[in-house]
């Protein structure tokens, strides 16, 4: 008999959003009338695939314990990390206790609140039997060029270049060796990465353009555009 599948999520959602210059970590933001941590969540549990929903809070965070979505029955908090791969770790550390190393995970930014239930479903339908799993991403519309100190050393195959977003999906015993793995490698920056370290060829799906991640100031109003626009 097959054993049942579950879908969790992991939020990193301990950064300290420096590039944003803000008064707070830019999760806590206003945008469209909640925070954006807020906005995400409710995306992902809108949702209604995943069993939980573990979210990496640094441990001074004096915000996230006032939201009302830290007390909802599937979220679960966890302590963030210094790296974000750190707080992914810990996340996936939270449901050791009920995730099964077949169930599926998506990681997703805190900081990508503009997540449509289409993409997630996307993503999952596509690749629930895939072995590896893998992430969506998005082509490049500009002319790459590789450079050094302003010097243009080349143009690069743009067929060839993908932009990595999130949810990242992979399964959860794989995942939690490979960033176990991979700790204080600077290298992995996204989880896909340390599946390619060992040698794995995780799989993109295309996802779409507005799923942007807030990181400078000027990123707020263009997600706020587009949350009016979904
Ligand atoms: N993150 C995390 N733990 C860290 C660092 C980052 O959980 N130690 C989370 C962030 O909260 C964010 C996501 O990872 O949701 C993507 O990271 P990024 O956009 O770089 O956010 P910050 O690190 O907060 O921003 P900055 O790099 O500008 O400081
Ligand atoms: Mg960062």
Request: glycine fraction near 6%; hydrophobic fraction near 40%.
């Amino acid at each position: 008999m097959n054993k049942i599948l579950n879908f969790w999520a992991v939020v990193p959602a301990a950064g300290v959003g420096k590039r944003m210059n803000a008064d707070r970590p830019k999760q806590y933001l206003e945008l469209a009338g909640k925070t954006v941590i807020e906005q995400t969540l409710s995306g992902l549990l809108q949702a209604n695939v995943f069993s939980a929903v573990a979210v990496a809070i640094s441990p001074e965070d004096p915000y996230w314990p006032e939201l009302e979505v830290a007390k909802h029955q599937l979220v679960i908090t966890a302590p963030g990390g210094k790296e974000r791969a750190d707080s992914v770790l810990s996340g996936l550390k939270a449901i050791r206790n009920h995730a099964n190393d077949d169930d599926w995970v998506l990681v997703h930014d805190a900081a990508r609140p503009c997540l449509t239930t289409g993409d997630i479903h996307l993503l999952i339908d596509t690749l629930v039997n895939d072995d590896v799993g893998g992430i969506l991403a998005l082509s490049s519309h500009d002319t790459l060029k590789n450079v050094q100190d302003c010097d243009i050393l080349g143009t690069m195959d743009r067929r060839l270049i993908w932009r990595a977003l999130t949810p990242q999906m992979f399964r959860y015993g794989m995942l939690k060796t490979a960033l176990e793995e991979a700790e204080g490698n600077p290298a992995v920056t996204d989880e896909a990465s340390a599946l390619e370290l060992k040698g794995l060829r995780p799989k993109i799906v295309e996802g779409r353009p507005d799923n942007i991640k807030i990181t400078r100031p000027e990123d707020l109003a263009l997600a706020q555009f587009y949350m009016e626009q979904q």
